[in-house]
T-cell receptor, first 114, second 108 residues
């Protein structure tokens, strides 16, 4: 257990559905991250939040909408997704966003878009 | 071309063997991370280093900043070491770059 939990662990949704992924960290960290991991591709950083403010948004399509209501919770709202969005979505947290901050990862949500 | 390249992509070893996984990168970095991902997805950070060498149990990580190269060594490998090992760098411009991973299988 890394102290970072994600729900649900698996999600199947149609292209017209709206769903949300949830991440919670119990480590007292100030920074949280969303990553996408597709088969045979490197991890892609999607969003970074520091003290509930979005500090990085890596050209992610608007059908992915993050929300960070407090430093312990991070959501990823999904709507009108495409089949190519099927991937493992990983959440991570760290004490800060500086280079020497170790990130702690959640178990991921395996998303399948039909 | 990816900013972080790992080799080999796949590796099968007999239990007890010494294993080396290599990582080369093309950007200036402030830190390099080695991550371990087990089947099912969860990722664990193994090492974070910016110079020299670190050791944790049977795992050793080294980095050569001038050559832009890092290695992860596993001594006396065990089937529970079977996982995907990912090299990641934090560039000096603050961007993150990840390798595609090395899939290691250790056979009893």
């Amino acid at each position: 257990e890394t102290g970072v939990t994600q729900t649900p662990r698996h999600l199947v949704m149609g292209m017209t559905n709206k769903k949300s992924l949830k991440c919670e960290q119990h480590l007292g960290h100030n920074a949280m991250y969303w990553y996408k991991q597709s088969a045979k591709k490197p991890l892609e950083l999607m969003f970074v939040y520091s003290l509930e403010e979005r500090v990085e948004n890596n050209s992610v399509p608007s059908r992915f909408s993050p929300e960070c209501p407090n430093s312990s919770h991070l959501f990823l709202h999904l709507h009108t997704l495409q089949p190519e969005d099927s991937a493992l979505y990983l959440c991570a947290s760290s004490q800060g966003t500086g280079a020497n901050n170790e990130q702690f990862f959640g178990p991921g949500t395996r998303l399948t878009v039909l | 071309k990816n900013e972080v390249e790992q080799s080999p992509q796949n590796l099968t070893a007999q239990e007890g063997e010494f294993i080396t996984i290599n990582c080369s990168y093309s950007v200036g970095i402030s830190a390099l991370h080695w991550l371990q991902q087990h089947p099912g997805g969860g990722i664990v950070s193994l090492f974070m280093l910016s110079s020299g060498k670190k050791k944790h149990g049977r795992l050793i990580a080294t980095i050569n900043i001038q050559e832009k190269h890092s290695s992860l060594h596993i001594t006396a490998s065990h089937p529970r070491d079977s996982a995907v090992y990912i090299c990641a760098v934090r560039a000096t411009g603050n961007q993150f770059y990840f390798g595609t991973g090395t899939s290691l299988t250790v056979i009893p």
